[in-house]
């Protein structure tokens, strides 16, 4: 058996450390990670750091030819293959409002949901008891988010679906854990849309990439269904569980405009 990791956004932020520690061991003895993302630049350099042979797929996730590709590779490495981790990072999100995001809203939908679910399609054609999912999702999906509606219903989809899945899934030993981080220092921030309502959320802070694939690793090999990496985000997941949600939608607002204020003076 031929054990593999495939993981998408794999050229930078949260997608590459994934790489980085798949390949150090974190997630056991792996034969070859698939790293997936648009840069072919920037993948190879990821594969010039590894100890692990990479396979490169230059691949736009958003096109339904992506994926045609993906099954033809897979198809084509079928013998005594096995997908050990597949791990869906890549992903972005657009702050304002949803008339200001505009297009970009419907490329949203396809990266962050659409992607997700055409991967562990294809992906669990080659999975075995074992194998292991973890799918990004974001703090976000915790609490419908106006100023960013769009995303935050991408990554409610991407837990629920993970959920959902993990279920589905156990009795022949394949879990998924859907992981809800904080924001990081990673591109995602590079072109964030209406500066203004990126301002009004970043209240919550940030947590490093680092710790937080650490975690998602943890948690994924233990069989969590969801991994809350960071502890502050595991309180406020607790408080929306038991607080109306208008009333902890209107918190967070009061909470951005309390920040927004602190850090204008």
């Known amino acids: ?31 070859e990670i698939w790293a997936i993302a648009r840069n072919e630049e920037a993948l190879n350099e990821v594969k010039a750091q590894c100890h692990t042979p990479v396979k490169v797929l230059a691949l736009d996730l958003t096109s339904d030819d992506a994926f045609k590709t993906l099954a033809s590779e897979l198809a084509a ?29 419907a490329s949203m939908v396809k990266l962050n949901c659409l992607a997700v679910v055409e991967a ?3 992906a669990l054609l080659y ?12 703090a976000a999906a915790l ?9 935050g219903a991408t ?28 924001f990081m220092h990673t591109k995602f921030l590079d072109k964030p849309g209406d500066h203004g309502a990126l301002d009004r959320v970043l209240w919550i802070g940030f947590e490093d990439p680092r710790t937080c694939v650490r975690e998602s690793l943890r948690c994924a090999l ?3 269904r969801v991994a809350i990496t960071s502890p502050d985000v595991r309180v406020m997941n607790a408080v929306c569980k038991v607080v109306p949600t208008d009333l902890a939608m209107a918190l967070e607002a009061k909470l951005g405009e309390w920040y927004t204020q602190r850090n204008a003076r």
């Open 1 to 31: 058996m031929r054990d593999i990791a495939i993981v998408s956004g794999a050229s930078s932020g949260l997608g590459r450390e994934f790489v980085r520690q798949l390949d150090l061991g974190a997630g056991g003895p792996l034969d």
């Open 77 to 105: 490495a079928a013998d005594g293959l096995n997908v050990q981790w597949l791990v869906n990072c890549a992903g972005f999100g657009k702050f304002g409002t949803f008339e200001e995001v505009g297009e970009a809203n």
């Open 120 to 122: 562990c399609y294809q």
């Open 127 to 138: 999975m075995h008891a074992g194998s292991r999912i973890v799918n990004i999702a974001s």
């Open 143 to 151: 609490l419908p988010q106006p100023g960013l509606s769009t995303y």
């Open 155 to 182: 990554k409610r989809f991407v837990l629920d679906f993970s959920r959902a899945l993990d279920v589905e899934l156990g009795p022949v030993g394949i879990h998924v854990t859907a992981v809800c981080p904080k």
């Open 222 to 224: 233990r069989g969590k």
